[in-house]
Nanobody, 116 residues
């Protein structure tokens, strides 16, 4: 299983950015797809997750600003980030959780830097 995240970079506060995560090696199954992030000196935290049925859950800090979506045909997940803030600066990791065993798979991460 491989996850490849892309789309990170430098953006000014108030700007937008879209992250993509392409996966390979995941064959069928019930999988949640999501994004986590880890800021310098902080623990990794959940940003957003979308289930195979399209149900979504967001961290309070990104609600109404970020939108997660997935393409089940491509086994890909996306994160549209709007109204970015300096505190959104972090390495963003895409994640797949496959049920029924609940096995987690992680991508290498992509750095998002929001300048003030």
């Amino acid at each position: 299983v491989q996850l490849q995240a892309s789309g990170g970079g430098l953006v000014q506060a108030g700007g937008s950015m879209r992250l993509s995560c392409e996966t390979s090696g995941i064959i069928g199954g019930n999988i949640d797809m999501g994004w986590h992030r880890q800021a310098p000196g902080k623990q990794r935290e959940l940003v957003a997750v979308v289930t195979v049925r399209g149900n979504t859950n967001y961290a309070d800090s990104v609600k109404a600003r970020f939108t997660i979506s997935r393409d089940n045909d491509k086994n890909a997940v996306y994160l549209q980030m709007n109204s970015l803030k300096p505190e959104d600066t972090a390495v963003y990791y895409c994640n797949v959780k496959k049920y029924p065993l609940g096995i987690n798979y992680w991508g290498k991460g992509t750095l998002v830097t929001v300048s003030s």
